[in-house]
């Protein structure tokens, strides 16, 4: 990336250093962003038994989107509405399966904050790989913090901008 | 830019000149591709199975937009099997220059078509089918057998490898993101070209074949359209062609300002939008839409896709471009312009496949051992269960990936907006926009 | 041409045709057992030949969903049967004759539909084989599997089954015997036990207590876990968990004829809703051998399967005890 050259050595130089110092200001703000820790407890509710009663067709589960809190005990009732279908927590790890007739549920704690896809895990015709729900947990902080970046990189890059701006001739 | 000459190593250049080496890639290759064919007819109907869209759509994707493109360039290319035939026939030999040449029609490509429109057409013609050409074996069987067939038709009828110049949909992507690639074919010294008698890097010779690619490797200047199949090395009489190490993305300090290219820009980030929604998001309704194909849902579906494709995404870039009242100023900018979004659109791709690749892998390990699904076991793992790879790591890669990307287009974009004497201002925030959607439908 | 050209030539010609030839011989040689939905072709193929004594050698693999397969009247576990890989499974028969294979996992509404035979042949094995069934009792007593049913009883609650087995055997002698439960519906004994001379006067609610009582008596705890196991595993999916003909696919089978949705065969319009199993009204007046009867022949085109070449005898009994718990309290 080029500036226009200062007139100046003087100039030059401070506004060296004030680029150097945006830089900066931008990679600390980066590394908060991505790796400061969430303040917790914050109004956080408190953890609760929740049921959920899922049906999973080819190929969609119904509801497709779930949201429990951070600390829920969750039990996840699978009916399968045409052939035998799976239900797999990725991050989780955790599954069930479910014949069509015979419900099948599966009870696990949510102690993972974020946003995981469950998918079908029992081959179910074409579009099996395809098969995916999500469930949020809490916040989802991947996403927030992802966001956050970019919002910081549009910053930083309207910062340079300014810079260049300032620097010499750049609309 | 410095760059380090790789074949200043004289093994490394014998070794990519030698004919007898490229021939044995290319036939493993071609053997692969024509089992590949045979197991999507006659393997099991079930997709995840099967070993051709196994091989073709989780361990060949996995390996061109994680490795090949990003570090390679077109190194793909140089290895595919699709226009051997083809050329095996054109050329009537399978190793070098000798007796007499065949005579085949030997046309020129049409001139209108010298771009890389019909490729485009050709992607958008796939993805329109994507969902049942991932996941059906039949399908993915024919449409390689379809490309073999065409890349063969068109070497009888044309010069040079006039499929994967202006027809191939992997190609045309290919093309664009190889720009980034850290690998480069260039001469080493434009003057010794200007006076070399005869040109055989493009015209051919007892050494070798001129240019397949119809590129003078004289005047390259970008990765695009080179598909580093080494001719020019073997028939360069000066020994002035070289491959080189560089940085990452130098072609794109020099865009090249083409319509066609930008479009394939819009076409790339738009499927990679709609993929991410409909392949990996929990809406049923829409993978049904694109799934049953001939359904009123599916017409809206390819509506949809083609108007976000070619109206949406690009009309509003241009509106980050300047508009004005001299048109082809203002087409130059545009397409300048969109050539910034070209590691975001690769960022996306590669975070887009990390998904399924890592999800799905294991289905690759299964196959391997069974790639007929008539119940042999190989190497003991075709009773592997399926299982997602590396779970904890893939949303924190696919996190980097976007944001790195995205810092790389709005640089680049600040760039060549700078140089346009326009304000990058919009160009950054359509990335920064478009960014954060793909990080909502993935993560 | 130059001898490296040819060598080449050759080299190349040999890898590729084997890359195709090879694969298809392989495919070609081996015979297998396709297991689809009925919608899209059932078992291919579907009539299979084997001797009497000598293994029958299947390999069996899925081109859609899993499905499981089993043979009827034979005693040998069932397999499952998944997309993709290939299940190997051996069978050897005692017995000539027909014998009717189908799928065990709910793999669509039409899942019973997916059957298919296999002819052995030869000698029996043993002196003892298995003789061929006799008439099914419901034919036996000319009962009339169609004829409308109505109990015209209301009960505030489920009977509860208050007597033991010893007291039934010793004050009820008559009604104990396996015989009688098996020929008589539960509405039809309550009657007779109030208006028996010989038996002390009871009202209503004692008279169906002994009635479930004597129900309880004619079968034990492992008959009704065996009851239970099987209706879940082949009844539940249409007539629902609890009975109530409230299954996944009930909606798909009660829709009218001509809107069949994707999944039904179009040569069955004449589905109807599965019955409800909990409705006293109907299953008070069934006696055991009218639900066997039900279940042998089964619905004639309404979408309820047939059982009679699936189902052992000891089998149709269970389901036909576990029946009865929706309407008998039984601990």
């Known amino acids: 990336m080029r500036i226009a050259p200062t007139p100046g050595g003087v100039q030059a130089g401070s506004s060296t250093r004030k680029r150097r110092f945006a830089w900066l200001l931008v990679v600390v703000a980066a590394l908060l962003v991505a790796f400061a820790p969430f303040p917790t407890g914050m109004g956080a509710p408190p953890p609760i038994h929740r049921l959920i009663s899922v049906q999973a067709g080819q190929y969609a589960y119904a509801p497709s989107e779930l949201q429990v809190n951070l600390g829920d005990t969750v039990t996840i009732e699978l009916a399968s509405t045409d052939s035998v279908h799976g239900l797999y927590i990725d991050g989780y790890g955790y599954s069930v399966q479910a014949d069509p007739g015979q419900v099948a549920s599966l009870t696990f704690v949510a102690d993972r904050p974020g946003s995981f896809r469950f998918r079908c895990n029992v081959t179910c015709g074409a579009l099996h790989p395809f098969m995916i729900g999500k469930l949020s947990v809490g916040r989802d902080t991947t996403l927030l913090r992802s966001a956050g970046l970019t919002v910081l990189g549009v910053l930083g890059l309207l910062l340079i901008r300014r810079q260049d701006a300032v620097a010499g001739g750049v609309p | 830019m410095s760059t380090l000459e790789l074949t200043a190593s004289a093994r490394l250049k014998a070794l990519l000149k030698n004919r007898y080496a490229q021939l044995a890639v290319l036939v493993l290759m071609l053997a692969g591709y024509a089992f590949a064919i045979v197991a999507g007819v006659v393997g099991s109907p079930v997709g995840s199975s099967n070993f051709s869209i196994v091989f073709v759509w989780i361990a060949w994707w996995a390996a061109l937009i994680l490795v090949a493109v990003p570090l390679l360039g077109r190194g793909w290319c140089s290895v595919c099997p699709i226009p051997i035939p083809g050329e095996w026939l054109q050329r009537g030999n399978v190793l070098g220059p000798h007796g007499r040449q065949p005579r085949w029609r030997g046309l020129r490509w049409p001139r209108q078509l010298r771009n890389i429109w019909l490729q485009s057409a050709a992607f958008l013609l796939l993805a329109l089918f994507s969902i049942v050409l991932l996941t059906t074996p039949l399908v993915t069987a024919v449409v390689l057998g379809s490309m073999l067939v065409a890349a063969t038709a068109l070497g009888m009828v044309f010069q040079r490898r006039s499929f994967c110049r202006y027809l191939c949909p992997v190609g045309g992507f290919i093309g664009l993101y190889s720009q980034v690639a850290p690998v480069e074919l260039r001469v080493k010294d434009k003057l010794i070209c200007i006076s070399c008698e005869g040109k055989p890097c493009y015209n051919g010779s007892a050494r070798g074949y001129g240019c397949p690619w119809d590129v003078f490797p004289g005047g390259l200047s970008r990765n695009t359209y080179c598909g580093l199949c080494m001719e020019c090395l073997r028939t360069c009489p000066h020994d ?39 392949l990996l998001g929990p809406w049923g309704a829409l993978k049904d839409a694109a799934y049953r194909i001939g359904s009123s849902a599916w017409f809206v579906y390819v509506v949809s896709f083609l108007v976000i494709i070619c109206l949406v995404l690009p009309g509003l870039f241009a509106l980050c471009a300047s508009p004005g009242r001299d048109a082809r100023a203002f087409r130059l900018r545009f397409s300048r312009l969109s050539s910034a979004l070209i590691p975001l659109g690769l960022a996306a791709w590669i975070a887009f496949s990390l998904s399924f690749i890592l999800t799905n892998g294991t289905y690759v390990l299964a196959s391997l051992s069974d790639p007929l699904n008539l119940g042999w076991n190989l190497f003991g793992t075709s009773g592997l269960a399926w299982q997602p790879l590396l779970s904890a790591v893939l949303a924190p890669t696919q996190s980097l990936a976007l944001t790195g990307g995205f810092v790389w287009s709005g640089t680049l974009a600040h760039k060549v907006a700078s140089e346009s004497r326009i304000s990058s201002v919009p160009a950054v925030l359509y990335a920064g926009a478009v960014t954060l959607l793909l990080m909502r439908l993935l993560l | 041409m130059r001898g490296p050209e040819v ?12 890359a195709v030839a090879v694969p298809l011989f392989l495919v070609w040689r081996t015979p297998m057992v396709h297991a689809r939905m009925a919608e899209s072709g059932g078992w291919l193929p579907d009539a299979l030949t084997a001797r009497v004594g000598v293994p029958l050698h299947l390999r069996l693999t899925s081109d859609d969903v899993l499905h499981g397969f089993a043979v009827g009247k034979l005693d040998a576990p069932s397999v499952d049967v998944i997309p993709g890989k290939v299940t190997d499974v051996t069978l050897l028969f005692q017995v000539p004759g027909t014998y009717t294979f189908y799928c065990t996992r709910w793999c669509g509404v039409n899942h019973w539909r997916m059957r298919g035979t296999i002819e052995v042949a030869g000698e029996p094995s043993t002196a003892t084989a298995a003789a061929l069934p006799g008439q099914p009792l419901y034919a036996a007593l000319g009962i009339d599997l169609d004829a409308p049913r109505d109990a015209a009883v209301v009960l505030a609650q489920k009977p509860l089954a208050s007597l033991s087995k010893d007291q039934i055997r010793r004050e009820f002698a008559q009604y104990a015997t396996t015989d009688y439960y098996r020929t008589h519906a539960p509405t039809e ?19 169906w207590e002994v009635t479930a009582s004597i129900w309880r008596s004619n079968t034990t705890a492992q008959e009704l876990a065996d009851g239970e196991r099987l209706f879940a595993q082949n009844c539940a999916a249409c007539h629902g968990s609890r009975g109530a003909g409230d299954g996944v696919f009930a909606a798909e089978l009660a829709a009218a004829p001509g809107s069949a949705s994707e999944g039904t065969l179009a040569a069955a319009p004449m589905t109807q809703a599965p019955a409800n199993l909990a409705d006293p009204a109907r299953m008070l007046a069934a006696s055991p051998a009218l639900l066997q009867g039900k279940i042998l022949r089964g619905g004639m085109g309404t979408g309820m399967p047939s059982w009679g070449p699936i189902l052992t005898e000891d089998q149709t009994w269970s389901i036909v005890a576990y029946l009865y718990t929706f309407q008998f309290e039984y601990h």
Request: aromatic fraction near 8%.
């Open chain 2, 240 to 278: 002035n062609i070289a491959v080189n190490l560089r940085a990452f993305a130098s072609d794109l300090n020099q865009p090249a300002g083409r319509l066609d290219e930008a479009f394939k820009s819009f076409v790339m980030l738009g499927s990679a939008l709609i993929y991410s929604a409909v």
């Open chain 3, 7 to 18: 060598l080449a030539r050759s080299v190349v010609g040999l890898v590729l045709a084997a």
């Open chain 3, 189 to 207: 004994v309550w009657q007779t036990l109030r208006g028996d001379p010989a038996l002390p006067p009871m009202d209503e609610t004692k008279a």
